[in-house]
């Protein structure tokens, strides 16, 4: 018999793939705490949301008397915490949402669950799992001939939004050490796929590059990402709250990793073989921009240990992956069509660096 698993952030990229898979793939039930911040999509959950065992509670993690109400009503077996504020230029721009819904709401929900998971039986208590869902960018940045990173690199965030990250991987590990609170912790790097909204640097480059659009990308676009097709970071997920050991760190990866321009020209190219643009090859819309404040250089994780632990590896290669990613896209104009035409904070996706800091396209 399944248990039920608490997701919070479950209409967001990651948090939709989580949902789906466990839909798909197991017998769990589903409870899905999601406020439904501009990047929430509950259409991403596909057929999981009219699934008996998918519920969704909308409602903010940084709200304490929700969240005890939550653990009281649905009486999770365990959490899987991918609520989050995520976007680098936003953390730049205002980064008080981000100590907002990434410490604050992280602290809140850990409180929850620690009061909840006190009162259980001995049994129910020993099965109980936090699984807190993080970030690569939490250690920084490497250079070009760096190792990559694992569980035991150390921290040395650069950016609000890493910061921010980091401080609540801080809480998560301080609770386990300090309550017992059976605790796990997981780091990935740059995830890509279908239902990714639109700020994010595929979607962005492969829906500007379909309207015609400049491509901006961030100094000489030499910065390196790590990418992780987003239904392999879901498996490995699962894993982790499945199987996981409390109190353990897992890297998770794809050993994949692209220079920001790389990304931008194969993104062209398959455009460019799928549907040729009458005016020329999508190359020319290339525009290199001023890079933005604290861009750390290369991101790079070495996902053995999480590969050993959870009999998991990443199935998707990045070409195919990323193939399959822009088929998606074209495949489904409406949902971002209408994404496009909406305004939001004040800026139109995919405008130029200056007219609205969505529309940067560099990691």
């Known amino acids: 018999m399944g248990r039920t698993l608490l997701v919070t952030g479950g209409c967001g990229f990651i948090g939709s793939a989580v949902i789906r898979r466990l ?35 909308r409602a903010d993690i940084a709200d304490a008397a929700a969240m005890r109400a939550v653990f009281a009503s649905h009486r999770p077996d365990a959490v899987m915490h991918l609520a989050a504020e995520s976007h680098v230029d936003r953390s730049i721009d205002g980064p008080a ?27 129910a208590k020993a099965a109980f799992r936090f699984h807190h869902i993080s970030t690569d960018e939490v250690f920084g940045a490497l250079g070009p001939s760096d190792p990559p990173f694992t569980e ?4 040395d965030p650069r950016s609000p939004y890493s910061a921010s990250k980091a401080a609540s991987d801080h809480l998560v590990r301080a609770w386990r050490h300090t309550y017992d609170l059976p605790t796990l912790v997981s780091n990935t790097t740059n995830n890509y796929g279908p239902w990714q909204f639109p700020e994010k640097l595929i979607p962005l480059v492969t829906l500007n590059a379909l309207e015609g659009r400049e491509l ?58 799928r549907q040729p643009d009458p005016a020329g090859p999508r190359a020319r819309l290339i525009r290199f921009v001023t890079d933005r404040p604290g861009h750390d250089f290369r991101y790079e994780i070495d996902a053995s240990r999480a590969q050993a ?14 193939a399959r990613t822009i088929d998606w896209y074209l495949d489904h104009r409406a949902w971002w069509q209408a994404l496009r035409a909406a305004r939001y904070d004040g800026a139109r996706l995919g ?9 940067r396209s560099a990691a």
């Open 23 to 57: 839909i798909r793939h197991s017998d769990h039930v589903v409870v899905n705490v999601d406020k439904m911040t501009y990047a929430a999509s509950e259409d991403a959950l596909e057929e999981a949301r009219l699934d008996r065992r998918y519920l969704h509670v």
């Open 97 to 123: 949402d981000f100590i907002t819904s990434n410490i604050v709401g992280t602290f809140i929900l850990l409180e929850a669950a620690r009061e909840y998971w006190a009162a259980l039986d001995p049994a």
């Open 152 to 155: 035991a690199t150390p921290y």
């Open 216 to 273: 901006p990308v961030y100094g000489d676009g030499s910065n390196q990402r790590d990418w992780i097709f987003v239904d392999d970071h879901a498996e490995a997920l699962v894993g982790v709250v499945e199987r996981g050991e409390p109190g353990a760190t897992y890297a998770i990866g794809a050993r994949q990793p692209r220079s920001n321009l790389e990304v931008v020209r194969a993104i062209c190219a398959h455009l460019d073989r």
């Open 309 to 322: 632990a959870l009999g998991w590896q990443a199935a998707h290669d990045f070409d195919a992956g990323l």
């Open 351 to 359: 405008t130029a660096p200056g007219a609205g800091k969505t529309g």
